[in-house]
């Protein structure tokens, strides 16, 4: 039942979840753009696309979670003309566009359309989002593997200069915080609540992660409200210093605006800004230039339009340059090497914000963090960092992507939380042998991002999700994920505590992620399951198997030689040399 | 010695930086015949750092109070520099660096004195002779002989010895084809592809001239590939020029088969940048990459401006056309350009390892090395005197082995299972094709070779790779055979930069060499507890 596909009950081999329901089907012509048009019969559940072909000589399948659909358009009408002229144009949110042709008698594309735009938008019909449909169990319960008090625990909190407060436990201080955040020892939540009225939307700056040995800390929050007239607020500044002096060998504390310093200048204008040096006298700003979300979401469509249908060929370097989608990526990620860097040569704390904290801020501390805490390098740690930093803490994961909701040019849109998984992916092959999950783990967070069918991506903050009782009435994408381990493991990890990893961010070390913007393109060489990491589960499987046999035959050994000699060597001991051995 | 009259200082106080990680070397440098030495203090390490003077590709050099500074880049894209005490010393040794470095002769150079322990003169050489091919040949089919028509390199002066040619075409018949082709090269086969009974062929062009001279047993000899194919066999004549530049190649005696003369046969003219403009591209690409200055943001667009890529996507390209034409349509395939010893050759190599199992392995890929590269007459000597750092006029250099070792490369990481041997070993065969202390890669055709005695007089390089110390870096751990054709994705966006070649002195932190190196481990514990087993039952 957990299997990933469900059952398969539904009309000979539709596969359906615990759940989901048939809505209608229909002939249609599929027109691949790689293969041209190929006849097909089309299922509409409320949860997916289905397409199998009917042509015998193309084994084709698509299978695509209406979640993924962004914008439904019908080309053609009645009286068009030409072959394939009149059916419907599905753009996705995963960099494809689907194309169904229909015939044009009788108004026939009137009722996929209209199921279409029913349940890939549901919350225009008042309808709930899959996620909530979803019957799907699992043997391992995916919400379980977060828990705020246990991953400050983890990280030795609270101690003597940081304490856990419930301030915000009916999210009274911050809407779009968690319930429990971290903060100085020092600092009463009175302190807390006056800061909170110069900070944007409340975002105070709060702990994200600690070092171990130096005590130097990562904080987040949002903008000041400085604004035009230059306003201070004496309770941030002396925040911010105790912040600081939670580390006494410390004279300054790091601030690392995201934004370009442009940009910060220009928020003033509508009441941000960012800490001036005369306000803040132990602390030190510097802005990490990366651009905001509406720049990033142009670059994504680029990219897009440089890889499908048609993959750019002539000038393909120049033109992925153009998009500057790498570029972005270079920014982000020398942004969080100087964050770790800061942190793990113990020379300051830092206080990380961009406008609003939730975006540009969410990939600097989580990637700093990744970099710093081999911990999050694991699939679990992975999934707690996710948890943490993007949705507990506020990534508006409902705007930025825009599940059930047909607003398909909605500003709020944007791939912050994809580039972040692109970043992760560039570390990833710099360093092979330090993630615990493989590629296809990055794939499968990306594919449920938007599939609606769990409820770990939805709504933009914890007390939505509290108000929905997401934890109670959806399945958790932690739950596949963890139930299926093997699949996602990376073969070459090796566990190192204490590892600090600097990728290089330089524009001849990044690449783009062709297996996954550009893994609907056949012609493109993409090799899934990786046949390195194939081959090499192979070896390892051999090599236990020998392990094995060594042990029994050691194990034989041992029991003839305890029955021949009067001081036996103890089996065990032998078996904990073996150990060591491998 | 004599060398010793351009030693002109012998000894210097000097201090090495390598770049990167390397800690720094202080200590005494010494310049020999053949090898720039370091020799650190005491307290530092005691390894003797060693410079063969044949891999500095130039010498830069500095002076500033009474000291001096000489940068040396090396052809296998390394770049040093020495610290030295004194000005004169500083002049003095650079001027020697650079003659020493640009010695022409042959026999004078060092793998004439290199005698490693461990290896006999004149092992390896025997391992891959013409005559072992043949007989792999011969297992396939008959249609085939060895001919030893070029026996004294009067045909053919670069060509080896022995040839493989139709069986029923005689040498006399070959001697005439070999004047009606440049520098003698008629056609010979270069693979037989067993599973559709067609041929690989090389050749150089035909002499055709203003006039559209014929040969009639040249026409004859490729009738005689058809009639040895399948039944009904066609022919595709791949010439890597332009066909204007082909065309215009008459008017300097050259030119192409005419159609009406080779019924069967028809010519595909698929064009790949030779010569000069590959070597700067080279130049531009080795330069682009140790730029450290220039704005990266424009990093993309600098690394297509080099067009190095596009090379390496023309040269797989064409080589999947050869292969196609033999694997999907049953054709025979002949490849010529102008001489016959560049493109030809890379795009009959690279045709092989697509096609042929055989040549993904270990052994099989040297011998491929051996036979379609070194035997078949690539002049080394001469496109291999300079790398990419030189300063003086690019006159015969060009990258084509490079660009056939990437090429290789870019199917190692499509088909990370299906090739026997790693990127240590391209990386391993690039540096001594520039400069070694082997013989394998000296002069520039057999005949050469031969008059320089280099079989009896120098080291194999291939037995130097072959011995049990150095597998670990040259194989693939991963390896299993895959008996099919790989066919590579030539999409621009499934070609990289070779990132082990061209930023292997400043890459990331980690690479693949870690996964391999943890492969390996896993591979030698296998072996490791399967040995232990019998032990293990004997002590019972």
């Known amino acids: 039942m957990s299997r990933e ?90 960099l494809r566009n689907l194309r169904f042709a229909l015939k044009q008698e009788g108004h026939s594309r009137r009722d996929m359309f209209e199921s279409l735009m029913k349940y890939a938008f549901p919350l225009a019909h008042s309808l709930p989002l899959f996620a909530f449909l979803n019957e799907e169990k699992f043997n391992v319960d995916g919400w379980a593997v977060y828990n705020p008090v246990e991953e400050y625990r983890r990280q030795g909190l609270p101690n003597h200069h940081w304490r856990i407060t419930f301030i915000n436990k009916c999210y009274e201080l911050c809407d779009t915080y968690p319930a429990l955040l971290v903060v100085p020892y020092r600092t009463s939540d009175d302190d807390l609540r006056r800061v909170a009225t110069f900070r944007s939307r409340n975002r105070i700056p709060v702990l994200s992660w600690i070092h171990p040995e130096n005590k130097t800390v990562i904080v987040r929050c949002s903008q000041p409200l400085v604004g035009m007239s230059g306003k201070r607020n004496k309770d941030d500044e002396k925040y911010l210093d105790a912040i ?173 939380f994809l580039q972040f998984i692109d970043c992760v992916w560039q570390m990833l092959k710099q360093f092979p042998t330090a993630f615990e999950f493989n590629e296809r783990f990055l794939v499968t967070i990306l594919d449920h991002l938007y599939s609606c069918r769990f409820g770990t991506f939805l709504f933009n903050c914890e007390s939505a999700r509290e108000r929905q009782k997401v934890m109670e009435r959806t399945v958790s994408l932690w739950s596949l994920t963890n139930s299926n381990k093997e699949k996602f493991k990376n073969p070459f990890y090796t566990k190192e505590i204490n590892r600090v990893l600097y990728p290089v961010a330089s524009m001849r070390h990044l690449e783009l992620w062709v297996n996954y913007y550009i893994r609907w393109n056949p012609r493109i060489k993409q090799q899934q399951p990786n046949p390195v990491e194939q081959r090499y589960m192979e070896l390892l499987a051999l090599r236990d198997d020998y392990i094995k046999r060594l042990e029994d035959l050691q194990l034989a050994n041992s029991a003839k030689l305890s029955a021949a000699s009067s001081s036996p060597p103890n089996s065990s001991q032998m078996m904990s040399h073996l150990q060591t051995q491998f | 010695m004599e060398f010793s009259e351009l030693i002109y200082t012998g000894r210097a106080q000097a201090e090495l930086l390598r770049g990167g990680e390397a800690p720094r070397l202080r200590g005494t440098l010494c310049v020999t015949g053949h090898h720039l030495l370091l020799s650190p203090e ?168 203003p006039q559209k001279k014929r040969c009639a047993e040249d026409e004859e000899l490729l009738a005689a590939v058809l009639a040895c194919g399948p039944p009904g066999a066609r022919g595709f004549i791949v010439d890597t020029r332009s066909a204007q530049a082909a065309k215009q190649a008459r008017l300097t005696g050259g030119g192409t088969e005419a159609k009406a003369a080779y019924p069967g046969w028809r010519r595909l003219h698929r064009p790949l940048e030779r010569g000069r403009p590959l070597q700067e591209s080279f130049m531009r690409l080795v330069k682009a990459c140790g730029d ?64 042929d199992p055989l040549s993904r392995t270990m052994t099989g890929f040297q011998e491929l090395v051996e036979r379609e590269w070194i035997q078949a007459g690539h002049p080394f000597q001469l496109r291999c005197a300079h790398s990419a750092f030189s300063h003086t006029r690019p006159k015969h250099e060009a990258p084509t082995f490079l660009l056939f070792l990437d090429c290789v490369w870019q199917l190692s990481r499509q088909f990370p299972l299906s090739l026997e041997f790693g990127e240590g070993l391209l990386l391993t065969l690039f540096e001594h094709a520039y400069a070694s202390s082997f013989g394998t890669f000296l002069c520039n055709s057999e005949k050469e070779r031969c008059l320089c005695e280099v079989r009896t007089r120098t080291h194999s390089l291939w037995s130097a790779l072959n011995q049990a110390k150095e597998q670990r870096k ?67």
Not at chain 2, 296 to 324: F, I, N, P, Y
């Open chain 1, 5 to 94: 596909g469900g059952n398969q009950d539904l009309s000979e081999t539709v596969p359906r979840l615990p759940g989901e329901m048939l809505i209608t089907d229909k002939e249609v012509i599929y027109i691949c753009p790689f293969n041209g048009p190929i006849k097909g019969r089309v299922y509409i559940t409320n949860y997916r696309l289905y397409l199998r072909s009917l042509e015998t000589d193309s084994a084709l399948i698509l299978d695509v979670p209406l979640g993924v659909i962004s914008r439904i358009e019908k080309m053609g009408g009645a009286s068009s003309r030409g072959e394939n002229a009149y059916g419907l144009d599905i753009t996705c949110k995963d």
């Open chain 2, 292 to 355: 450290t200055e220039q704005s990266m943001d424009l990093w993309l667009s600098r690394l297509e401006s080099c067009h190095w890529l596009a090379h390496v996507k023309e040269a797989l390209t064409t080589a999947c056309l050869a292969a196609q034409g033999m694997e999907r349509e049953g054709a025979c395939i002949l490849v010529h350009g102008t001489e016959g010893t560049d493109n030809t050759l890379l795009v009959t190599s690279l045709a092989q390892l697509i096609l």
């Open chain 1, 244 to 416: 600081r002096e939670t580390n006494r060998q410390i004279s300054k504390l790091t601030i690392y605006d995201a934004r370009p310093s442009v940009n910060a200048v220009a928020n003033k204008a509508t009441g941000g800004g960012y800490e001036s040096d005369d306000a803040y006298h132990n602390a030190e700003l510097s802005f990490l230039d990366i651009h905001n979300i509406h720049v990033m979401r142009e670059s994504l469509k680029k990219v897009k339009d440089i890889v499908y249908p048609n993959v750019e060929e002539s000038h393909w370097l120049s033109s992925l340059e153009s998009t500057h989608w790498l570029e972005h990526i270079k920014l982000v990620l020398t942004g969080a090497i100087q964050v770790a860097d800061k942190v793990s040569s113990g020379k300051s704390s830092v206080l990380v914000h961009c406008s609003d904290g939730w975006d540009r801020t969410s990939q600097l501390t989580s990637l700093a963090m990744l970099m710093l805490d081999s911990f999050y390098r694991t699939i679990e740690g992975f999934e707690i960092l996710v948890q943490k930093e993007w949705i507990s803490f506020g990534h508006k994961f409902a705007s930025r992507i825009g599940h059930g909701d047909k607003n398909h040019a909605d500003a709020d849109r944007s791939p912050i």
């Open chain 2, 474 to 540: 040259l194989r693939n751990p991963l390896y299993v055979l895959n008996p099919l054709t790989i066919w590579p994705s030539v999409e621009p966006q499934s070609l990289r930069l070779w990132q082990g070649m061209f930023l292997r002195w400043s890459r990331p932190p980690e690479s693949s060499e870690v996964v391999w190196e943890k492969v390996w481990q896993i591979v030698a514990e296998g072996e490791k507890t399967e040995g232990a087993q019998p032990t293990a039952s004997a002590s019972a």
């Open chain 2, 42 to 209: 005491p307290q530092s390490t005691p390894d003797l750092w060693l410079l063969l003077l044949r891999s500095v590709d130039s010498v830069e050099k500095r002076v500033a109070g009474d000291s001096g500074t000489i940068t040396l880049r090396c052809k296998d894209l390394r770049v040093l520099q020495l610290d030295i005490e004194g000005v004169e010393t500083t002049l003095d040794i650079a001027r020697s660096i650079e003659a020493l470095s640009s010695l022409e002769s042959v026999i004078t150079s060092f793998p004439f004195f290199y005698r490693p322990k461990g290896l006999r003169l004149g092992d390896a050489w025997h391992f891959h002779p013409p005559e072992r091919y043949y007989k792999r040949v011969a297992r396939e089919t008959t249609a085939w002989r060895l001919s030893e028509v070029n026996q004294d390199f009067s045909l053919c002066p670069s060509y080896p010895r022995a040839v493989i040619v139709p069986r029923t075409v005689d040498d006399d018949a070959l001697a005439r084809c070999a004047r009606f082709r440049q520098g003698g090269r008629f056609p010979v086969l270069s693979y037989h592809h067993a599973p559709t009974g067609t041929v690989l062929l090389r050749s150089s062009q035909p002499l055709a001239g």
